[in-house]
């Protein structure tokens, strides 16, 4: 038979034994992107000029159209390769903090309580007890960075898409000539590139295309329900039509289009103006040509409720005996 033997250890001893492996078990950051070989402080301290108005200075006292050119897209180009640094350092930043690896409070916990457990003195479990419920309760609100972790991948794609919206204005300065293009409408279209890699712009495009998405589905359903709306009264509206047939006399269509006129101000408003459309002037009252037209479009376009088929059926048969 195992037997284990648990030595009771002192309260220091066990504070100081926790606090020597609490290190051991910190949070460790997953990066995720490999090592820059560039040291990216030097390439940028070398670009200061094209920030501070130096190369500004020299772009204003350039002469020639060719020369200004070559001179704005040079300060561009330099923006851009400083803008681009940054981004990619503030992305592996928010990359490494999203992937943060929390285990140190979870193992000093387990160790506290595992103590609680197999140490003999009531005081000392008491205070383990308390110390292992802080630690495990500090860890749970710590745990409340998953939905940060899965957020921040779609901020970081939806970045990236921005400034690549945002850059593709600027290369399309780059290929006009200094006077159609100058460093100051470039400057406009660079600080919009700039700003393109932040976060607030990245909810504000992501919130905008679920709106869309939104807005495209409930399209998608109405156009649907109308579509299935308009084939369940399809069968209403021929069989109507089958019924106009047994008419063969101008008069008869001039009395029907008399007969369905009371009819029409319960119509939707949509009905009500396609009639006035054709017949401004109610000439359907007393013209058998304007009457077939205004009669046959209303049909077609009829809400062909089992109620307005009966208004149909029923004012035909009677204007037909």
Known sequence: MLVVRCRTYPLKKLTVLASIWSPLFACAPIQGYPSDPESTAATLTALQPYF?????????????????????????????????????????????????????SDIVGLILGGLTATTGNATTKAALGAASIGV????????????????????????EANRLK???PILQGLAQPESKYSLMLA??????????????????????DAANAKDKAENSVITFMRTSTDILQF????????????????????????TMEPNLATRPAEIQRLVKTI???????????????????????ENMTPANKKQWIDAITSVSK
Not at 136 to 159: C, R, V, W
Not at 237 to 254: M, N, Y
Not at 281 to 300: G, M, P, T
Request: glycine letters at 6%.
């Open 52 to 104: 501070d108005g130096t190369q500004e200075k020299a772009y204003l006292t350039t002469s020639g159209d060719d020369a200004r050119t070559q001179k704005r897209n040079e300060i561009i180009l330099a923006r851009m390769r400083g803008y681009d640094i940054e981004f990619v350092d503030f992305e592996r930043q928010l990359y490494g903090q999203s992937n943060t690896v929390t285990i140190g």
């Open 279 to 301: 017949d401004p002037s109610n000439a359907r009252l007393i013209d058998a040509r304007k009457a077939k037209q205004v009669i046959k479009a209303w049909i077609a376009e």
């Open 166 to 168: 945002a850059k593709l």
């Open 235 to 258: 069968p209403n509206i021929q069989a109507v039509e089958v019924q106009l047939k047994i008419l063969t006399s101008d008069q008869q269509f001039i009395d029907l289009a008399k």
């Open 136 to 159: 495990l309760g500090a860890n749970t609100a710590i745990n409340k960075d998953l939905y940060y972790q899965k957020t921040i991948p779609a901020l970081l794609a939806q970045m």
């Open 187 to 208: 400057y406009i279209d660079l600080d919009s590139y700039k700003s393109a890699g932040s976060i607030p712009g990245a909810i504000s495009s992501v919130t905008q």
